[in-house]
């Protein structure tokens, strides 16, 4: 009866393990950024965010952090309480106000003074997605955003 119990157990392990199969991160990208109205010393965004999920399983979360660094220096950050699905091989996008403060914000206008094209500015985008259980599922993506048409270049 033991040997039986053992083999039952040993069973059930390895398919709970083969439950667990290794997923392929989400991809994220910044979708648009809009302006929202700010507070004391402090400037505000919605962010949105285009996530892509390239594995055969929805992807659930329920709630996501970011934070986003700009030439290289932190420049704001922000969370959300949205939920939501990203479907199997699809896409879903998720909006989360982040905040930029005064301090920051001057330090990145002292560190453009100079610099020859002020239409690009390189970012890096780091968080996580809030999965299912206490599972999350960080990300990072880097790119640059374009202000030429809004600097009227």
Same mark, same amino acid.
């Given at each position: ?7 039952? /157990? /040993? @069973? ?27 507070? &004391?010393?402090? /400037?505000?965004?919605?962010? !949105? =965010?285009?996530? #892509? %999920?390239?594995? *055969?399983?929805? =992807?659930?979360? %329920? ?8 030439? &290289? ?7 959300? *309480? ?16 982040? @905040?930029? +403060?005064?301090? #920051?914000?001057?330090? #990145?206008?002292? &560190?453009?003074?100079?610099? +020859? ?10 968080? !996580? /997605? ?5 599972? *999350? ?17």
């Amino acid at each position: 009866m033991p040997i039986r119990l053992v083999a039952l /157990l /040993l @069973t059930l392990a390895l398919s709970a393990c083969a439950g667990l199969t290794r997923h392929e991160p989400v991809r994220v990208a910044i979708a648009a950024v809009e302006p929202l109205p700010g507070e &004391g010393l402090e /400037l505000r965004f919605l962010v !949105k =965010l285009r996530l #892509q %999920n390239p594995n *055969d399983v929805a =992807l659930d979360f %329920n709630g996501a952090f970011i934070e986003l660094d700009v030439r &290289g220096q932190p420049f704001a950050s922000g969370v959300s *309480d949205a939920a939501g699905s990203v479907p199997r091989y699809g896409e879903a996008v998720v909006a989360i106000p982040v @905040t930029v +403060s005064a301090l #920051q914000a001057v330090r #990145q206008a002292i &560190g453009a003074v100079g610099r +020859s094209d002020m239409s690009r500015l390189d970012y890096v985008l780091r968080g !996580k /997605l809030a999965g299912a259980g206490f599972v *999350d599922m960080p990300f990072e993506s880097r790119g640059a955003l374009d202000w030429s048409d809004a600097l009227g270049r």
